[in-house]
């Protein structure tokens, strides 16, 4: 794994990528409300999204205290310089979206606009990600290629062409984590594996079983 020192500090070069493509969807999500929203609520949204990347930050670090105990208790400053990795990661991606969800309703945004924010978010991070993962590093070619070209071709569809309802967004959340899903089981990756799937594998089922629950629902916009 590539590694890159910034100072006293060693990161892992795709979490450098992975931070730039959070970035890089703070900014499309920050010129879609500009030309979508009244300020007053853009402001809103924008600080309910930074507040909930922080604490996803907090969790992903602070998960190697549950990951790594013997790590953390034999050297505290473990924290500083270790992340929980992929199982952190997915940890805090999950408990940053509830706390999302839960503060946006509690600042009466409305269901609509809450998806269609996590929507552009999550979809512009991973078009990002995998484009510059494609780039700089020489693993896995194609995967990266697909998983990086068809978030951007349904955002741009649906921003340009058609009203992204929840419907829409829950659907090509289905079909995205179904990709992914078939993408990994061809790669035939065996690690990090929790029972029969791995933990991203399982992220994913679970993403499909919520969006089903959630296809049909009523919009409160």
């Given at each position: 794994m590539q590694i890159v020192q910034i100072g006293s500090f060693a990161i892992l070069f795709k979490w450098l990528l992975l931070g730039i493509a959070v970035l890089f969807a703070i900014l499309v999500i920050k010129l879609w409300l500009i030309r979508t929203q009244?300020?007053?609520?853009?402001?809103?949204i924008l600080d309910v999204l930074s507040n909930s990347l922080f604490l996803g930050f907090l969790i992903w670090k602070g998960s190697l205290i549950i990951l790594e105990p013997s790590l953390v208790m034999k050297s505290p400053f473990s924290l500083l310089y270790f992340t929980g990795g992929m199982k952190g990661?997915?940890?805090?991606?999950i408990l940053s979206i509830v706390f999302f969800v839960f503060r946006a309703q509690k600042s009466h945004i409305g269901?609509?606009?809450i998806?269609?924010?996590g929507f552009i978010f999550?979809?512009?991070?991973?078009?990002?990600?995998h484009i510059l993962e494609l780039v700089f590093l020489d693993n896995d070619k194609m995967i990266h290629l697909i998983l990086g070209f068809f978030p951007i071709f349904v955002l741009m569809f649906f921003l340009f062409k058609q009203q992204l309802s929840e419907r829409k967004i829950f659907t090509n959340y289905i079909l995205f984590s179904f990709l992914s899903l078939f993408l990994s089981f061809a790669q035939g990756k065996t690690d990090s594996r929790l029972f029969i799937f791995s933990i991203e594998q399982w992220f994913f089922i679970g993403l499909i079983i919520v969006s089903l629950f959630n296809w049909d629902k009523k919009t409160i916009s």
């Open positions: 009244e300020r007053e609520l853009h402001k809103k990661l997915f940890l805090a991606i269901n609509l606009l998806s269609q924010t999550s979809f512009s991070v991973i078009s990002a990600y």
